[in-house]
């Protein structure tokens, strides 16, 4: 496949590479596995079936997950660059998308540093409680400051602001270090150290009077459940949330490998273990729920929830509660926020490298601008009075009309627009043992289109009709609305800004060349 620039070399400097696979895949986990796996993919699961929402969930991880991680592992590693680099290299009128993509991340990246910040605030609390007898009023009053209005105030709360400021120093200072010491290290040190703290926290869960009766709750199956398509549409949401695909970051990922690296057989090992860690911590979260239950004297349904109210209300409640309730505390929240560090790098990581790319800087230059900026907003809107309200309201429409929306709007794109998917599966092939074929081609062409499209359109029916979350119609047009079109019609300016002639654009050597003629094996998914 040629590249769309057609061009000859011109000045560029050497992209960065992971030192291995095992580094990019340690790295790919750590982007997976983030907060959303810890405190959604539970009460998701017990919400829709219990034990039988496993079928569901496979499915959908066969079926959508694994096949749209491949494609993002192509379009990276393929065109050797950052979102938009590499969607204009597959065809010049595309780059907009991968802005887009861009433009997304960017959003999550300055609410997520808040949640980190409460997460070590909180791991801090854990040691005495701090929180009382009223786990809820400490949370929204005490410790946040929550006023009602949730248009901005800029009344800073210092107990959020400084933590959020060393949140974005040492995010800094790893970014900085690049792709091998910073990136890939931080994940390296991270993923290992969040699954050892989590198993012992699983064990020391398991151990709890009424742990038996929150399992019981999460996994017997109601197979009815099965016969509901909201189930199913349940399952491939928690997919496509927790596996990071469909918003520039595995493109990305993908474009810092090795030119001959295992693509698919890399991808199987990101799902499953993705998926590993979510029923991981379900078993975790569900055991100490239903000793919150029995300690209560209600039913489990009573006590599980989810996000920001599973871990900054029930939890601390457990925690009171609960022997060893301080360790397990401080097992709990800081595995927030490492999950959420190794996620956040990866978010930034999708900004940082577009902005090298299309401008020709060094990373130090790129970090320091992309970083710095993120860092000023981040702290000016979420460490004040009103920042639940913005974080709430931002990562309701990234999520479901962004990450969504990008992400039909790509695979449409590329199979049926640019029809690039022969040339694709045809370059995963060359590199990987595990091959994909006829039904990997319609799985993407035909299934994720559906899927997406289904998902997108009823959310955007859903909320137009209803106003996301009661806040006053002024406020959603500016921080729902608003950002969620104008990133879309950004993107489309953004790509019509020229490349830096210092940019690797039209470098010969950043691109893999394939031989498309070569024979797919006959071992085909």
Same mark, same amino acid.
């Given at each position: 496949?040629?590249?769309?620039t057609g061009?000859t ?12 696979r ?7 986990i750590?982007?997976a596995?983030?907060l959303?796996?810890?405190?959604r993919?539970?009460y998701?699961?017990y ?15 066969l079926?959508?997950g ?6 993002d592992y192509?379009?990276?590693h393929?065109?050797?660059g950052?979102a938009?680099m590499?969607?204009?290299r597959?065809?010049r009128w ?7 993509q $861009?433009? =997304?991340? +960017?959003?999550?990246?300055v609410y ?5 910040a409460?997460? @070590? !605030?909180? %791991?801090?609390?854990?040691?005495d409680q701090?929180?009382g ?19 901005p105030?800029?009344d800073i709360?210092p107990?959020?602001?400084w933590?959020?400021?060393a ?6 200072l ?6 091998r010491?910073g ?7 991270g ?6 703290m989590?198993v012992v926290?699983?064990?020391i869960?398991l ?17 009815a ?5 909201? $189930?199913? =549409?349940? +399952?491939?949401g ?10 520039? @970051? !595995?493109? %990305? ?9 295992n ?6 090992v ?5 998926s590993?860690?979510?029923i ?5 979260v ?15 349904s009573e ?10 209300i ?7 509660q609960?022997p060893?309730g301080?360790?397990?505390g401080?097992?709990?929240?800081a595995?927030?926020?490492i999950a959420g ?8 990581e999708?900004v940082?490298?577009?902005v090298?790319?299309?401008?020709g800087?060094?990373?130090?230059t790129?970090?320091?601008?992309v ?7 981040s ?7 009103t920042?639940?309200?913005?974080l ?9 009309f ?21 040339g ?10 595990f091959?994909?074929?006829?039904v990997?081609?319609?799985l993407v062409g035909a299934v ?7 998902m997108?359109?009823e959310?955007?029916?859903e909320?137009?009709?209803?106003p996301?979350?009661?806040y006053p ?8 609305w608003?950002?969620?079109i104008g990133?879309?019609?950004l993107a489309?300016?953004?790509s ?9 654009l039209h470098?010969?050597?950043s691109?893999n060349?394939?031989?498309h003629t070569?024979?797919?094996?006959s071992?085909?998914?």
């Amino acid at each position: 496949m040629s590249t769309s620039t057609g061009a000859t070399a011109a000045p560029s400097r050497t992209r960065e590479e992971f030192t291995g696979r095992w580094a990019f895949i340690l790295a790919a986990i750590g982007s997976a596995v983030g907060l959303g796996n810890i405190w959604r993919f539970p009460y998701v699961a017990y919400e829709h079936g219990g034990g039988a929402f496993v079928i569901p969930y496979l499915v959908a991880l066969l079926t959508a997950g694994i096949p749209l991680l491949f494609l993002d592992y192509a379009i990276g590693h393929r065109f050797r660059g950052s979102a938009p680099m590499a969607f204009r290299r597959m065809s010049r009128w595309t780059e907009a998308i991968g802005w887009w993509q $861009v433009l =997304i991340c +960017a959003v999550i990246g300055v609410y997520y540093a808040a949640i980190i910040a409460w997460s @070590i !605030m909180y %791991t801090w609390f854990s040691l005495d409680q701090r929180w009382g007898d009223d786990p809820e009023g400490f949370l929204f009053s005490t410790y946040l400051q929550q006023v009602k209005d949730p248009n901005p105030s800029f009344d800073i709360v210092p107990g959020v602001f400084w933590p959020m400021v060393a949140v974005w120093g040492v995010l800094l200072l790893i970014m900085g270090l690049g792709i091998r010491r910073g990136v890939a290290l931080a994940s390296m040190i991270g993923i290992p150290l969040l699954v050892v703290m989590f198993v012992v926290l699983v064990i020391i869960s398991l151990t709890l009077p009424g742990a038996m009766q929150g399992l019981d709750a999460l996994f017997t199956p109601n197979w009815a459940a099965l016969k509901e398509p909201g $189930v199913w =549409i349940a +399952a491939y949401g928690q997919i496509f949330f927790s596996l990071s695909v469909g918003f520039g @970051i !595995m493109i %990305t990922y993908a474009s810092y490998l090795k030119k001959r690296t295992n693509l698919t057989a890399s991808g199987l090992v990101v799902g499953f273990s993705n998926s590993g860690f979510e029923i991981l911590a379900g078993i975790g979260v569900f055991s100490a729920l239903g000793f919150m239950a029995q300690a209560s004297g209600v039913q489990v349904s009573e006590v599980a929830g989810s996000g920001i109210g599973l871990a900054f209300i029930a939890f601390p409640t457990l925690i009171s509660q609960a022997p060893a309730g301080a360790l397990i505390g401080v097992l709990f929240f800081a595995s927030l926020v490492i999950a959420g560090f190794t996620s956040l790098i990866s978010i930034l990581e999708v900004v940082v490298s577009a902005v090298k790319d299309k401008l020709g800087w060094d990373r130090w230059t790129a970090v320091l601008v992309v970083v710095g900026i993120s860092a000023i907003i981040s702290i000016s809107l979420f460490s004040t009075t009103t920042g639940v309200a913005m974080l709430d309201t931002m990562d309701a429409f990234a999520n479901n009309f962004g990450i969504v929306g990008a992400a039909l709007v790509a695979v449409i794109v590329v199979m049926w627009i640019a029809r690039r998917g022969g040339g694709l599966v045809a370059h995963l092939n060359s590199v990987s043992s595990f091959r994909v074929g006829r039904v990997y081609r319609i799985l993407v062409g035909a299934v994720l289109p559906v899927l997406l499209g289904w998902m997108w359109i009823e959310w955007i029916r859903e909320n137009a009709a209803t106003p996301y979350g009661g806040y006053p119609t002024d406020f959603l047009a500016v921080y729902g609305w608003g950002l969620a079109i104008g990133s879309v019609v950004l993107a489309v300016l953004l790509s019509l800004i020229p490349w830096s002639h210092k940019s690797s654009l039209h470098a010969e050597e950043s691109v893999n060349e394939i031989d498309h003629t070569a024979p797919v094996a006959s071992k085909e998914s």
